[in-house]
């Protein structure tokens, strides 16, 4: 069966060998960074850490190689071809995306969203608008578009490993309040977090590691979480006084809990080897609350093959189990560059 996978760019030089351990038979790009494959076992891609690579997945069930630009009534030809394929299967929601997300051309922006439109008007009421409000194993129907043409499938939000078609959700940085583009990535891993647990109620308080200059902090304090924040450099100034904020200027080696204190979640973002970050978490994770959340960023040294980094996060995550913390999803988020997200919860 023909699947699309995305590699990030990020990770570009290293597809040849992911599809190979993967056994995924390489076919033609598409957009930025799709594969075209064919896929002998598809339980590989969830179950191998080098899955991991593949931060977005679909089995290609319909697709029509064209150039929409150049023919005429292209959605209308589209709609009634995706639902003569698809209606039957009730799709509970509908999503669509464009193969080359970063392009400044708008043109195929625009046609995903007219084909969403005309989907939506042309398919039996779908019962989920909201792309957070998918049921993580229900399967949507996902649809992408660019110069290659169309390309669809029905698959459910945790197969394919993202709520969006293509799994990124877009976060504008260039706000005054933006801190640092790590807050894009706390904020992309909660919506991510979607697909496995309900959102922490507010007031919920997380213990975060290598908190500055504040992008992640500022994030979890709008949607009113109250943030225990640690580092050995100055939180950014803009964050000062905020409420449910409390930063503490230290080496994390040195920070002690009050006692009584629990937390309902740890952020790890500190810079610095894994290893070392993960005995901190380790040590910290007895003020997690029974079923208490960790969200740990892994950086990676030097990518040059998919073996070292696959090691490392073995490592980290079997150290993790020694303090109770179980691994219940591993990706790489739009945001992160030579990292990946673990994320946890304390047994
Ligand atoms: C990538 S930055 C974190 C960015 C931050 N999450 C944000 O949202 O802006 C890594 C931070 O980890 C801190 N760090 C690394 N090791 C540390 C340690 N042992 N104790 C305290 N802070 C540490 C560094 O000072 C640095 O500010």
Not at 196 to 205: D, E, I, K, R, Y
Not at 213 to 239: C, F, H, N, W, Y
Request: one cysteine or more; proline letters at 8%.
């Amino acid at each position: 069966m023909p699947w699309l996978f995305r590699i990030p760019e990020i990770f570009d030089a290293l597809a040849p060998e992911i599809l190979e351990r993967l056994h995924a038979q390489p076919g033609k790009r598409l957009g930025l960074d799709y594969h075209w494959v064919n896929l002998r076992d598809p339980s590989l891609l969830p179950n191998s850490p080098i899955g991991t690579f593949v931060r977005w997945n679909l089995p290609v069930e319909h697709s029509w190689p064209c150039n929409p630009s150049k023919i005429e009534g292209f959605i209308e030809k589209a709609s009634q071809g995706l639902l003569a394929k698809f209606a039957d299967r009730s799709p509970q929601a509908i999503f669509t995306g464009v193969l080359h997300p970063t392009s400044p051309d708008r043109y195929f922006r625009s046609l995903a969203g007219n084909l969403r439109g005309r989907l939506l008007q042309v398919f039996p009421a779908t019962e989920v608008h909201d792309v957070e409000e998918q049921k993580a194993e229900r399967e949507t129907l996902f649809c992408l578009v660019g110069k290659e043409g169309l390309y669809a499938g029905m698959q459910s939000p945790r197969r394919s490993n993202g709520l969006f078609a293509g799994g990124s959700k877009f976060m504008d940085q260039n706000s005054p309040d933006t801190i640092s583009r790590a807050g894009a990535k706390i904020a992309e891993a909660l919506h991510y977090l979607r697909m496995h647990q309900p959102p922490l109620p507010a007031g919920s308080h997380w213990l975060e590691l290598g908190a500055c200059p504040g992008g992640m902090t500022s994030e979890l304090l709008v949607r009113k979480q109250r943030v225990t924040a640690i580092d050995k450099a100055p939180l950014d100034p803009r964050l000062a006084g905020r409420p449910g904020l409390r930063f503490v200027h230290a080496d994390v080696a040195e920070f002690q809990p009050e006692q009584g204190c629990l937390y309902d979640a740890l952020l790890n973002d500190m810079n610095g080897p894994p290893d070392e970050s993960m005995d901190h978490v380790k040590r910290l994770a007895k003020w997690l609350k029974p079923g208490g959340l960790v969200v740990f960023t892994l950086k990676l040294p030097k990518v040059e093959s998919v073996d070292a980094p696959c090691t490392l996060m073995d490592r980290i995550v079997k150290k993790a189990q020694g303090a109770k913390l179980t691994l219940f999803a591993r990706t790489h988020l739009t945001y992160n560059r030579h990292e990946f997200t673990l994320f946890f919860r304390r047994v």
